[in-house]
């Protein structure tokens, strides 16, 4: 079979993590079967529908990495190969939805009552066996039985999300509808209208909903919930990526660190969990240290580079040799990329902002003999190496009958204006002799003006 799923988003302003999986759980089962992700906006409420609602799913999911494969060209919905192409909009499908309010009418599967259009519902038992979950069996509910029919078209002519929701799916030849649990409820009404259309409903996969870490249901609201701050907080797409993979879905073995190709080769939606996941922020923070580390060099460089430019650091008159050397030395610290321009932005200053407190402290008349004489040892040093400048430091501080501290701090709040940062050492070396002289006479000119 020639799977095709979809992520079928309502513009809300806001793209959940529970929505994230969802697109991702899609997509991983249509590049893991070879088949076509689809993504269709679910926009038939235009009072709440606006372009930037759109604009956040769009970016969340470029961000997540999740290429959908084919949209409508000027309305017209065609089959393309990957590029650039879609998404469906519902609010462009009307006439669509018309033609088969039309086909229920005309078979009195559905009624005209006070301006709007009900559909005649089964009474019988609705039974599917959902991939994840297992088999469901659904009955009209006491209140239900009274008067099971519901509305598809409303009294203003607005069609209602289980009508064309299932027309979309239909349409589209989604045979897989993978979607959250929230939506179990709602399975029952979608396979009646698939089988009033004469058709055979696709198969389901429910996934369990996302819990806060006690228990509770997570809400817009909550810490957390929203993609969007991950990516404001400096996340790595990979980490985030990794993380709602294992909200949900097992690897059988217990390895945490799943690389995206790895999880397409395996990925199928009977080991969708069947229990809720629980949110774990720890968890995260873990991933996304642990693919810091793993990033290549250029990558590392590109998003500590974005990070930079965020921040409001000017890149563009620094080689990119010497900004991949200075960013490198914060990897193995940060937690997040927005950790990383505090720690690195001294490098890209033509002088450093001292930091007040450090000052007072480390550039001091005691300090300033320390700082000169080390500055004469770095002078002629050859080569000007993190080895060779921590030799020369050590050289001078025995000299001088002091601890290796008591040059380490005052050198440090020369170079960097701060107290804490990366090895003064390497720090020194991708800085190179020149920038360390300047910043060592302007340290030195602080103190005799102090
Ligand atoms: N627009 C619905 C939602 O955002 C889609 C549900 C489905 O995937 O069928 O929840």
Redesign the pocket.
């Known amino acids: 079979m020639n799977v095709r799923v ?5 513009p809300t302003g806001f793209l959940h993590i529970g ?1 994230a999986r ?1 697109a991702l759980f899609n997509w991983l089962y249509a590049r893991h079967t070879g088949g076509t992700f689809i993504l269709r906006i ?1 926009d038939t409420d235009t009072a709440r529908n606006t372009q930037e609602a759109v604009e956040v799913i769009l970016q969340g999911l470029r961000w997540l990495g999740l290429d959908w494969d084919e949209g409508p060209v000027d309305g017209q919905a065609t089959h393309l190969g990957r590029g650039d192409r879609g998404p469906y909009f519902q609010s462009q499908r009307a006439d669509v939805y018309r033609k088969w309010v039309q086909y229920l009418l005309e078979r009195n599967l559905a009624y005209e009552a006070d301006g709007a259009t009900k559909f005649r519902m089964t009474r019988e038992p609705i039974v599917f066996e959902d991939l994840a979950i297992g088999a469901i069996r659904r009955e009209l509910t006491d209140r239900e039985a009274l008067d099971p029919d519901f509305v598809i078209v409303r009294s203003d002519g607005q069609p209602v ?1 289980h009508l064309v ?1 299932v027309i979309d ?1 239909l349409e589209m030849g989604i045979t897989h ?4 649990e ?2 179990i409820s ?1 399975t029952a009404k ?1 396979i009646a209208l698939f089988r009033a259309f004469g058709v055979e409903p696709p198969r389901y996969a429910h996934i369990p909903l996302i819990l806060n870490p006690d228990g509770t249901k997570m809400s817009k609201r909550d810490q957390g919930a929203s993609l969007a701050t991950y990516i404001e907080e400096g996340y790595l797409p990979e980490a985030v990526v990794n993380y709602l993979v294992l909200l949900g879905w097992s690897p059988k073995d217990n390895r945490e660190i799943l690389p995206i190709e790895d999880v397409i080769g395996r990925f199928d939606l009977p080991q969708i969990q069947r229990h809720n996941a629980r949110f774990d922020l720890k968890k995260l923070q873990w991933l996304n240290v642990a693919y810091l580390h793993q990033l290549s060099g250029d990558r590392f460089t590109a998003l500590a580079s974005q990070a930079l430019e965020r921040a409001g650091v000017s890149l563009a008159p620094f080689p990119k040799d010497y900004i991949a050397a200075a960013v490198s030395l914060a990897r193995e610290k940060i937690k997040t990329l927005t950790d990383l321009p505090p720690f690195v932005d001294f490098f890209f200053v033509d002088e450093v902002a001292l930091d007040p407190e450090a000052m007072a402290r480390e550039l001091t008349p005691a300090s300033r003999d320390h700082l000169a004489a080390l500055r004469g040892a770095l002078v002629a040093l050859d080569p000007f190496t993190a080895a060779a400048i921590e030799a020369a430091l050590k050289t001078t501080a025995a000299a001088r009958s002091v601890k290796n501290a008591v040059l380490v701090h005052p050198a440090r709040v020369a170079c960097t204006g701060k107290t804490i940062g990366p090895s003064l050492y390497h720090l020194m070396e991708v800085l190179g002799r020149e920038r360390v002289l300047r910043r060592f006479d302007r340290a030195l000119a602080q103190i005799a003006d102090s």
């Open positions: 979809r992520f079928a988003p309502s929505g969802t679910e999300f929701n799916d509808v993978v979607r959250g929230d939506h709602n979608h």
